[in-house]
C-alpha cells in the first residue's frame, strides 16, 4: 500500500483516528495519532516526539542519556506498507513507524526499526534473508475486586477445556488477525491455566519484527472487549510457567542471486541435515548470547522464566529437538525438508523490542558465519541434568541470571554495540539500567504485577 492507497481507505472505512506506534527502547509500543484530516501531511512529515522519549523506560521515568532531555524532537515518519484498520476499536487505524531526525530528515541513529533495516542489509551484502516469525505466548486474566490479577481459567495445557473456555476470545483474535493480512498457523492453550499460545506464518524479517506489534496490539485489543487482559509478560504469575516469543528463523539467498529460492540452513549431506552454514550461525549466536539475550529478554521479570527444567533455555547450548537448548533445531516437516528446516530461540519473550531483538540475532549469526565459528558438539540430554563439571567439559555455560547481567554482557561486546550504533546502544543501556534499579527491591509478587499490564 502507497500513502495514496492509504488515503482512500481511511475514507472508505471512514476512520476518524490514525495511530502512528512505534516499540521503545522499553519494549512499550507507543505512539500519536492523527485525525484522517491531516493524515496526508503527517505522512509526509510525520509527527514529532520528544528526544526525550528513546531515553524513557518501561516504568514511565526518564533515563540519563544526553541529548535525550527537554530540548529536540524527532519524527514518527509512517510507513504506508503497514497500514490496517483496527477491528477492536471503532473508527480507528495505524501504521508502524520510522524514527527520522528533526535536523537532517534522515533515519534517525537511535530508530530501532532503522537498526533491524541496516542488519538486513548487512545480511543480503553477505547474500543471505532471513525469514523468521515468533510463537506468542500470553495470558488472559482477569482483575478481582481487589486489584489483584487471577488466570483467566485453571484449564489443563492442550485441553480440550482449554480450547473451549476461550475459544470465542480466539475466534476474535485470529478474525482480527485474519483482516491484518497475518495468517495464523496454530493455536493452543498453554501450560499455565489460562495461557494462550498462536503461531503466525513466517515472513522477512522487518515484516516479521512488525507481526510481533500487530499481535500484540491485536491480542490486547480484543480481549478489553470481553473484559479480560492479556499480558505478554514473560512471569506475570510468579508461580505458573513463563510465556516466550521464542524466534523461528531460517537463512536463504538474497533476492536475485542463484540461492534466492533456496533454504541455506538445509543439506541432505550435512549432519543433521544442516549445513556448515547454518553450523557458523548457530556458532555466531551461541558465542553472543550471554550478550543478546539483553536485547531478547529485555526486563527483570525475564530471568525468573531462564530456569533449568522449565523449557525455557538456561545455557548456551543447542541440540536437535533439545526444548532445555538455547537454540533447538527442529525436525523438519515430512516430505518439505529443505523449505521447513529452521532454527528455534528459545531465550526471548516479548519484553524485549522485536526490531531490535531480530537485528542482534542477525548481527550475532553473521558475525559467526564471517569467523566461521563452529557450535561444537549438540547436547542430546538436559544441559540441567549435568555436573558442573561435566557441563564446562562440554563448555555449556549458564545464561546471565538477571537483565543486570546481560546488560554487563552487552556492553562488553562491541559486535553487537558497533552494530547498535552509539547512540542506540547508549540510550538502550541506560533505560534497561533504570529498570533494573526500580524493580532490584521489589519482591516477585510486586514485580510481577508491574510487568503483567504493560506487557
Not at 510525520?46 to 531515553?55: D, E, K, T
Not at 561444537?376 to 540430554?381: A, C, R
Request: proline content about 6%; hydrophobic content about 40%.
Amino acid at each position: 500500500m502507497d500513502r495514496e492507497a492509504v488515503l482512500q481507505r481511511a475514507e472508505v472505512v471512514n476512520l476518524r483516528l490514525i495511530r502512528f506506534l512505534y516499540c521503545d527502547n522499553g519494549g512499550i509500543i507507543r505512539g500519536k495519532a492523527t485525525h484522517r484530516n491531516g493524515l496526508k501531511n503527517r505522512m509526509e512529515e510525520g509527527i514529532g516526539q520528544s528526544l526525550a522519549m528513546q531515553a524513557f523506560a518501561g516504568v514511565d521515568a526518564l533515563a540519563p542519556v544526553p541529548g535525550m532531555g527537554p530540548v529536540g524532537e524527532f519524527r514518527l515518519v509512517p510507513d504506508p506498507e503497514t497500514f490496517t484498520v483496527l477491528p477492536y476499536v471503532p473508527h480507528t487505524g495505524m501504521m508502524l513507524c520510522d524514527l527520522y531526525s528533526q535536523q537532517d530528515r534522515q533515519p534517525w541513529g537511535a530508530c530501532p526499526r532503522t537498526f533491524l533495516k541496516r542488519m538486513i542489509a548487512a545480511a543480503e551484502e553477505m547474500g543471505f534473508a532471513m525469514q523468521a516469525t515468533v510463537e506468542h505466548e500470553f495470558y488472559l486474566a482477569r482483575e478481582t475486586d481487589d486489584g489483584k490479577y487471577v488466570p483467566f481459567d485453571q484449564s489443563l495445557c492442550y485441553s480440550s477445556i482449554g480450547f473451549d473456555s476461550s475459544a470465542a476470545i480466539i475466534d476474535d483474535i485470529v478474525a482480527t488477525l485474519e483482516s491484518e493480512g497475518i495468517q495464523v498457523e496454530q493455536f493452543m492453550p498453554e501450560l499455565g491455566p489460562g495461557q494462550q499460545e498462536i503461531s503466525i506464518h513466517h515472513a522477512d524479517a522487518l515484516r516479521a519484527a512488525d507481526n510481533v506489534i500487530f499481535v500484540r496490539e491485536a491480542v490486547r485489543g480484543v480481549a478489553r472487549q470481553h473484559g479480560v487482559i492479556a499480558s505478554f509478560a514473560a512471569k506475570p504469575f510468579p508461580d505458573q510457567a513463563g510465556s516466550g516469543a521464542h524466534i523461528h528463523f531460517s537463512l536463504w539467498g538474497a533476492s536475485g542471486s542463484a540461492d534466492a529460492e533456496h533454504n541455506l540452513l538445509y543439506d541432505p549431506q550435512g549432519r543433521g541435515g544442516i549445513s556448515q552454514l547454518g553450523y557458523y550461525f548457530i556458532g555466531g549466536v551461541l558465542a553472543h548470547l550471554p550478550a543478546l539475550l539483553a536485547l531478547t529478554c529485555a526486563s527483570p521479570n525475564s530471568y525468573r522464566r531462564l530456569l533449568p527444567h522449565f523449557w525455557s533455555s538456561a545455557y548456551v547450548a543447542y541440540g536437535f529437538d533439545n526444548r532445555e537448548g538455547a537454540i533447538r533445531i527442529p525436525s523438519p516437516f515430512w516430505g518439505r525438508e529443505a523449505e521447513s528446516t529452521n532454527f528455534e530461540l528459545k531465550p526471548a519473550d516479548h519484553s524485549g523490542n522485536p526490531y531490535l531483538a531480530f537485528g542482534g540475532l542477525i548481527a550475532a549469526g553473521l558475525d559467526g558465519i564471517r569467523r566461521q565459528t563452529l557450535p561444537g558438539e549438540p547436547i542430546d540430554v538436559d544441559p540441567g541434568n549435568l555436573s558442573d563439571t561435566e557441563r564446562q567439559q562440554r563448555g555449556i555455560q549458564r545464561l546471565p541470571t538477571s537483565l543486570g547481567q546481560a546488560l554487563d554482557a552487552l556492553e562488553q561486546d562491541t559486535v553487537l554495540t558497533d552494530a547498535l550504533g552509539p547512540l542506540l546502544a547508549t540510550a538502550y543501556l541506560a533505560v534497561k539500567r533504570l529498570e533494573c534499579q526500580h524493580f532490584a527491591d521489589l519482591s516477585a509478587d510486586e514485580e510481577a504485577r508491574q510487568h503483567i499490564y504493560k506487557y
